[in-house]
T-cell receptor
Framework: GQQLNQSPQSMFIQEGEDVSMNCTSS?????WLWYKQDPGEGPVLLIA?????ELTSNGRLTAQFGITRKDSFLNISASIPSDVGIYFC???????????FGAGTRLTVKP | DVKVTQSSRYLVKRTGEKVFLECVQD?????MFWYRQDPGLGLRLIYF???????EKGDIPEGYSVSREKKERFSLILESASTNQTSMYLC??????????????FGSGTQLSVL
């Protein structure tokens, strides 16, 4: 199946800094999603993207669906301590259950 | 709010034991999933189900089985637990349909240790 490469694996940043992470695939996807997992909890959906080139925001979060349909990125502006967690990208080709997840980016925010 | 409830947060079992992980969702979702989460590997799909009494293998079904006798409940079964099944197990559900299939709601996870 398709492999998702998510980077970086981990980030240590100062509160107030902006964050950028990305996900690339060897194959195209028709849907890209970004989830966040708080410590001790299951992942929660942040943003879903459905069209190549689409740019979508959710508060301080912005995500884009790459033009080639093989990549996506997530930006977090002005980070705060509660942004701490693991961020997962996920890609889906068809409208069935062939979703693939990246390995995650662990974010640490120092106050 | 959608609630996906997993019966145990932590489980410790011995090699060879039969293990049941239970998951219940309260939003009448058709789709239910079992993933395992391992550091550096992300989430990998074990089994999923589109409807009652229906099941499909995911990417790593070996050593696992599932049961979906009722719409709200999806059970993961380890027939004979092994140490390489030590992992975090996540249950998820979603509503069937374009634009909703992919929006998964996850439980808090069960950390299983097999000794």
């Amino acid at each position: 199946g398709q492999q998702l490469n998510q980077s970086p694996q981990s980030m240590f940043i100062q509160e107030g800094e902006d964050v950028s992470m990305n996900c690339t695939s060897s194959s195209i996807f028709n849907t890209w999603l970004w989830y966040k997992q708080d410590p001790g909890e299951g992942p929660v959906l942040l943003i879903a993207l459905y069209k190549a080139g689409e740019l979508t925001s959710n508060g301080r979060l912005t995500a884009q669906f790459g033009i080639t349909r093989k990549d996506s990125f997530l930006n977090i502006s002005a980070s705060i301590p509660s942004d701490v967690g693991i961020y997962f990208c996920a890609g889906q080709l068809n409208n069935n259950n062939d979703m693939r997840f990246g390995a995650g980016t662990r974010l640490t925010v120092k106050p | 709010d959608v609630k996906v409830t997993q019966s145990s947060r932590y489980l410790v079992k011995r090699t060879g034991e039969k293990v049941f992980l239970e998951c219940v969702q309260d939003m009448d979702h058709e789709n239910m999933f079992w993933y395992r989460q391992d550091p550096g590997l992300g989430l990998r799909l074990i089994y999923f189900s589109y409807d009652v009494k229906m099941k499909e293998k995911g990417d790593i079904p070996e050593g696992y089985s599932v049961s979906r006798e009722k719409k709200e409940r999806f059970s993961l079964i380890l027939e004979s637990a092994s140490t390489n099944q030590t992992s975090m197990y996540l249950c998820a559900s979603s509503l069937r349909g374009a634009g909703t299939n992919e929006k998964l709601f996850f439980g808090s996870g069960t950390q299983l240790s097999v000794l």
